[in-house]
């Protein structure tokens, strides 16, 4: 086994930053932004089939940034008419331009969530939840303050309740395996994903609410129909229009699925007391801060776990044996050393750390983000200035950002150390969150409530699985916004029932 000392990693990433180039940014040549909206209406018909249909999603940005010669240029955004009222957009691809997005006093991020469009209200029984505030909007300050202070008052069960959940998660995926030869890692996923979240939030299992042992699919059919006109089902050819006329040209009406959520209503006021019970000290009604609880368990946490676990399998399950045994290595001896699964121990690992970091960088779980600008502005890229008027709808694509060669060595490579040693300092064009990795959320800006939460359930995640296996294989393919990761082969730990003693 190589040892974690034996990495050549961290040279090669001190001659990557780049060399002062905030400060020659500030000379940067005032441009016209390019690209254009086309024909009213038919413009943005020919845009959305490019994005969904004959570019694809990368292909869509990629052949504009080719074509305009600029990581800056105007579009039209998904999914355009009829959905959204206006589909204008000024696309931001590189590491200088899009952190626009996260200054508060430059954007409004009112009704954004979803970009261009915003779900009914019927979803959310009625209210606009904290994810579609601006922090301008009083609210958002009352509703950011509770969550932060229902996540301070679980921090204790973070880890425990989700290595339970872990560990029922990799045995079903073992028994499937050994009785099918392969193992659909998502529904298993989901199923494990759910029932942490609700136990976390509600302290019970959702199998003892109303929602049975189905709460998981429940969800589904409530979150699909907000996200589908970002989707494509991956149809044949044959059956695009009939996609295109059905997800993305109308909404979905909310009360298609308006009994399946009352069901998690149900399930959430009945059980949720403890949590519920704390929103008037922040001057909130406890039928608000259900509905905001549900969002943000299940559109937030479990929505963003859907895409996050199969995605960490995915890019792991690819780079292969070696780094399986350097992780088994790091992570076991830093349980030991600690004596279990605990914060310090998980601190101290710096690899598995890295390798997380390196998921949400190279494929960030939620690659749109969106804001208006609150006025006149000038944005730079890392060529040029532009001009932006008030009012105006930045679209940030992350995933490009986030891979931007100016910031990145090899960025479309997955290098797992990548963020160990002086690479660190990378962190800071890390965006996941809706921020930079090195700034914290707030109640002042929109930088996602539960970012630390989220790294820790990553690495949980990977410690829990290399406590308990060597190795394993699987394959990975697209599947709507995120990764199907299906496993073909599991090694367990040869010293399992030895690191047993840790539970
Ligand atoms: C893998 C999981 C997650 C991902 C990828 C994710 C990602 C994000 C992103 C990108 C945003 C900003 C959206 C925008 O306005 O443009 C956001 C906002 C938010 N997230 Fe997360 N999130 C995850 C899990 C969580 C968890 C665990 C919580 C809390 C328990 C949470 C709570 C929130 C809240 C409340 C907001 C709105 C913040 C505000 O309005 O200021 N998220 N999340």
Redesign the pocket.
């Known amino acids: 086994m190589s040892s974690i000392s034996s990495y050549s990693i961290i040279h090669d990433l001190e001659d990557q930053l780049p060399s002062n180039y905030e400060k020659e940014r500030e000379e940067l040549p005032l441009k016209e932004i390019p690209g254009g909206y086309g024909l009213p209406f038919f413009g943005a018909i020919k845009d959305r089939w490019d994005f969904y249909y004959n570019q694809g999603r990368d292909g869509f940005f990629q052949a504009r940034m080719t074509q305009y010669k600029s990581t800056v240029f105007r579009a039209n955004g998904p999914p355009g008419p009829f959905m959204a009222k206006n589909p204008k957009v000024i696309v931001l691809l590189d590491a200088a331009s899009f952190p626009i ?1 996260f200054d508060m006093t430059k954007v409004e ?1 009112k009704n ?2 979803d970009g261009t469009y915003m779900p009914s209200t019927g979803f959310t029984g009625g209210y606009r939840v ?4 601006d ?1 301008s909007e009083p609210k ?1 300050k009352s ?2 303050g509770y ?1 932060f202070s ?2 301070a008052s679980k921090h204790e069960n973070f880890i425990p309740v989700l290595r339970k959940s872990l560990t029922e998660l990799f045995n079903t995926l073992e028994s499937q395996l050994s009785s099918k030869k392969e193992a659909n890692f998502n529904p298993i996923s989901d199923t494990y994903s759910f029932e942490y ?1 609700f136990n976390l ?1 509600c302290g019970k299992s959702p199998k003892d609410t109303v929602l049975g042992s189905q709460g998981n699919t429940t969800v589904d059919t409530w979150l699909v129909p907000q996200v589908a006109p970002l989707i494509t089902l991956g149809v044949p050819k044959f059956l695009q229009l009939v996609e295109d006329l059905l997800i993305h040209t109308f909404p979905i009406p909310s009360f298609l699925v308006k009994s399946k959520y009352n069901k998690i209503y149900q399930a959430f006021s009945s059980s949720a007391t403890e949590v519920l019970d704390k929103a008037k000290d922040f001057g909130l009604e406890k039928e608000e801060a259900c509905h905001n609880l549900i ?3 299940c559109f ?2 479990y ?3 859907k ?2 676990f199969p995605s960490l399998f995915k890019w792991i399950g690819q780079a292969g044996p070696t780094l399986h045994a350097q992780l088994v290595h790091e992570i076991r001896s830093m349980v030991k050393q600690e004596g279990g699964v605990t914060f310090a121990a998980i601190e101290k690992m710096a690899l598995t750390k890295s390798v997380v970091y390196e998921v ?1 960088r190279i494929e ?3 690659p ?4 208006h600008a609150k006025e006149d502005l000038v944005i730079q890229s890392h060529d040029a200035s532009f001009k932006v008027k008030k009012g105006e709808m930045m679209f940030g694509y992350q995933p490009f950002a986030t891979k931007d060669p100016k910031v990145f060595d090899k960025p479309e490579k997955f290098v797992a150390y990548r963020f160990m040693g002086k690479g660190e300092e990378n962190l800071k064009y890390v965006f ?3 921020g930079r990795e090195t700034e914290d ?1 707030s ?1 002042d ?7 630390d ?2 790294v820790l ?2 690495r949980v995640l990977l410690v829990e699985f290399f406590l308990r296996y060597d190795t394993f294989t699987c394959v990975a393919e697209q599947f709507l916004v995120g990764t199907r990761v299906i496993f073909k082969s599991l090694t367990k730990a040869s010293k399992f029932h030895q690191l047993k003693s840790f539970e």
């Open positions: 997005l991020k954004v969530f904290l994810s579609f505030l922090p958002h509703l950011k969550f229902v996540l979240v939030f969002f943000l368990t937030n946490t929505g963003g776990m895409v996050l949400l960030p779980p939620v749109f983000q969106y804001g996941w969150s809706n959320p109640v800006n929109k930088q996602c409530a539960g970012r939460l989220v359930m990553a």
